[in-house]
Structure formats: C-alpha cells, structure tokens
Nanobody, 117 residues
Framework: QVQLVESGGGLVQAGGSLRLSCAASGNIFSINAMGWYRQAPGKQRELVAGISSGGSTNYPDSVKGRFTISRDKNTVYLQMHSLKPEDTAVYYC?????????????WGQGTQVTVSS
C-alpha cells in the first residue's frame, strides 16, 4: 500500500498562483509514476499532470503552460500559475505506474482549490 498526503490548497484570486504538495509513504517501490487529478462539482475527475520516475510528464491542453509537475524523492508538487475560475476543483494526488499509458492505483484524500473571479 501507498499512502498519499496532500497539502497546499486554498483560495486564490484569478491570475494567482498556488503550489500543491503530496508526500508518498509506504510501499513506494511499487510505483513509478505520480500525478494530480481534479474534480469539479458535477464533472468527471480529470488528469491534470503526471510524472514518471524517468521524468516523462503529461498535461492536458487546458493546463499546459500554466501548471508544472515536479518530483523530489517521495514528494510530488504541482505549481499552478495564471489560475482561472474554471480551475476550481478538489485536487487529488495519485500514484501508480507509467508504461506507455498512465495507471493510477492510489489516491490521496484531496485538497480544495478555489479560484475567485
């Protein structure tokens, strides 16, 4: 099992920045990828950033150029710039495997990000 603990969410004005952190513990040798998902009310959960142990990253067009994922040992970060009201969501840290595709098996409890207009 892998445990994930997120921090760094909050309220920010449009155009502002936030940095999310996620610390992984437990059987971390079973994973080679970490990422961030988000879920807004009434919408499906969507991947916003993924990073593999080899450094491969993945971003959807909606956040490309504004969000940056990075990893330092067992902690993954999501730096968010130029935030928009539509970025408002609960952000979940995820861990799993990258092998041509991304597979996430473990989830954090989520942290709320609210962007006011």
């Amino acid at each position: 099992q892998v445990q994930l603990v997120e921090s760094g969410g909050g309220l920010v004005q449009a155009g502002g920045s936030l940095r999310l952190s996620c610390a992984a513990s437990g059987n971390i040798f079973s994973i080679n990828a970490m990422g961030w998902y988000r879920q807004a009310p009434g919408k499906q959960r969507e991947l916003v950033a993924g990073i593999s142990s080899g450094g491969s990253t993945n971003y959807p067009d909606s956040v490309k150029g504004r969000f940056t994922i990075s990893r330092d040992k067992n902690t993954v970060y999501l730096q968010m710039h130029s935030l928009k009201p539509e970025d408002t969501a609960v952000y979940y840290c995820a861990a799993g495997e990258y092998s041509r595709s991304w597979y996430f098996y473990y989830w954090g409890q989520g942290t709320q990000v609210t962007v006011s207009s």
